[in-house]
């Protein structure tokens, strides 16, 4: 399964982000930032991959501030 | 095979002579002789809880419960019985916003970690999770299809008047509620 990882500096923006893709009805997932991607405790995004490029534009227009998105590959989740 | 003969003995007795002689269980099956209806169910409540599988006869008053280890969950009767009491809809205290963040991404890792609990009580604001309008549904529902029980308080239900929204697992009340912290092997309340 593929999926993609927003990473964020700040909590508020996870929380701004999140309102605004729900909003927008996409489908999230608030989760901890992967041990792969980040060694500290931040929260992140999770969406399903194939929203990737919509996900990103609508975060560029709104002017969320995002660290990275990043792919991730789960198997068996 | 073992025979324990709890008659007589006072709750919740007969439950922890049958733990204890399930841990040190050679062969793994176990007879217990009980005699009271509350021992009878709760020694086969608690060894039905533990993956295990129950033979019940009756003489008299007097039940006789033949409780096997079973093959097909051998790992679920070493498990030791984790209860997780979630009385609030945000994860630790502080800011409302990152708690009820907090409490999503801890959710959300659940069904990924390695180990379960066996059961996740939902009490006061807990509700809020369980019930129409919560992000961690779905994750729940995985739990919940994975052997995790899940309950939510019936007076916190009413309360907030989420009753008719109830998304996952079960109602309960304080009884089951307060059997299922004694009877836990471990509580993690958050």
Known sequence: MKYGVILFNTTTSVMQAEKILLKADFVIKLIPTPREFSVDCGISIRFEWDQNVQIKA???????????????????? | METIDARDLACPEPVIRTKKALENSKDGILTVIVNSTEANENVQRFAKNQGCSVKAAEKNGVFTLEIHKTGQAPEMCQTKAVVMLIASDQLGVGDEALGQLLIAAFINTLPEAKTR???????????MLTTEGSRVLDSLQKLESNGVQIFSCGTCLNHYQLKEKLKVGKVTNMYDTVDSLLNADNVIRI
């Not at chain 1, 560029?60 to 995002?66: C, F, G, I, L």
């Open chain 2, 117 to 127: 609990p066996a059961k996740m009580l939902f009490i006061n604001r807990g509700v």
């Open chain 1, 58 to 77: 609508l975060l560029e227009k709104e002017k969320v501030n995002y660290e990275a998105i990043l792919l991730l590959v789960v198997n068996g989740i």
